[in-house]
């Protein structure tokens, strides 16, 4: 008897789970003037008896996925994130107790670190964070035998502001949707690239290790100390702040997505929410790119940063 003349057996369900996966939740703790910031990725799976899904499509024992992702938003204000531990260990227990027909609830944080940005005043800023470990440094030398082209850069250096920032008083048509906000969080990824006046070997040599670490800091500094009433204005400052520090540097560019926090409704479940609980969206987004030079140099670098 061949394996196709066999006689069917039925087929069996096996294993199975369901859930709402990568739920983006932002936390901020404003104790005054000082902000705190847990930033997790919340996945949850749940399992039990859910043959008839299955088989029928009867979808009676089945709590929906966005359920799921409301209840990681509402957890979030009504317990707050003491930790991913903690944040999970809610979740997992009220998902298990409270629906009879789930028996198990597995639940997968990331959780994405901020520190605080140190500024030019006194210490650190309390409400300006760099996202921790994620930032690579680039480098860029041309040479024809005679002259030198030095461009130095980092992509993935993400940076946040969670007050001091506004947006209102933009164009309006047809189909304008946005409302104004004078409070929201300012976060972006920044892709950025400078060139060196250096060009010759007559000319003393930068010192670029030096010269790499103080760049990052006045352009973190200047997103810090900025006020900010325009993704815009923010990365002028940027600029400005770098070519008005380092006298080695004639042009700076910078690509600033835009990565947007909003304030998530939890008005259906009887919570407020005070500019506390977000979603972090990663697209689409809008995307500020600019170069600002010194005076009377020419700008060299190539709009497009990933050319580089």
Excluded at 216 to 223: D, V
Aim: one cysteine or more.
């Amino acid at each position: 008897m061949t394996a196709d003349s066999r006689p069917a057996r039925p087929a069996v369900l096996g294993q199975n789970q369901y859930g709402k996966a990568e739920n983006r939740v932002v936390r901020i703790t404003r104790d005054g003037a000082t902000h705190h910031v847990k930033d997790l990725s919340v996945s949850v799976a749940l399992s039990g008896d859910m043959d008839e899904v299955h088989y029928s499509g009867s979808n009676a024992n089945v709590l929906p996925t966005d359920t799921a992702k409301n209840t990681v938003y509402a957890f979030a204000k009504e317990y707050g994130i003491e930790s991913a531990e903690q944040f999970g260990i809610h979740l997992a227990r009220h998902f298990v107790t409270g629906r009879e027909p789930i028996h198990r609830a597995r639940v997968r944080i990331e959780e994405y670190a901020w520190e605080r940005i140190e500024t030019s005043g006194a210490g650190e800023a309390g409400h300006s964070f760099v996202r921790s470990g994620q930032e690579a440094r680039l480098a860029q030398i041309t040479y024809d035998g005679e002259r030198w082209e030095v461009v130095s850069g980092l992509k993935d250096l993400v940076v946040m502001n969670s007050t001091n920032s506004e947006f209102r008083g933009y164009a309006r048509d047809e189909y304008t949707t946005l409302e104004e906000t004078r409070d929201r969080v300012l976060a972006t990824r920044v892709r950025g690239r400078w060139r060196f006046g250096w060009t010759d070997d007559e000319q003393p040599m930068p010192d670029w290790e030096e010269s790499y670490e103080q760049t990052r800091r006045h352009l973190l500094q200047a997103f810090a100390e900025t006020y900010s009433l325009s993704l815009q204005q923010t990365l002028y400052q940027m600029g400005a702040r770098v070519i008005g520090h380092r006298g080695e540097i004639d042009e700076v560019r910078f690509s600033l997505p835009n990565q947007h926090h909003f304030l998530v409704d939890l008005e259906p479940f009887g919570l407020s929410n005070d500019n506390e609980v977000y979603f972090a969206a990663d697209r689409p987004y809008g995307l500020i790119e600019a170069t600002v030079l010194r005076d009377g140099c020419e700008a060299r670098i190539p709009e497009d940063l990933t050319d580089l």
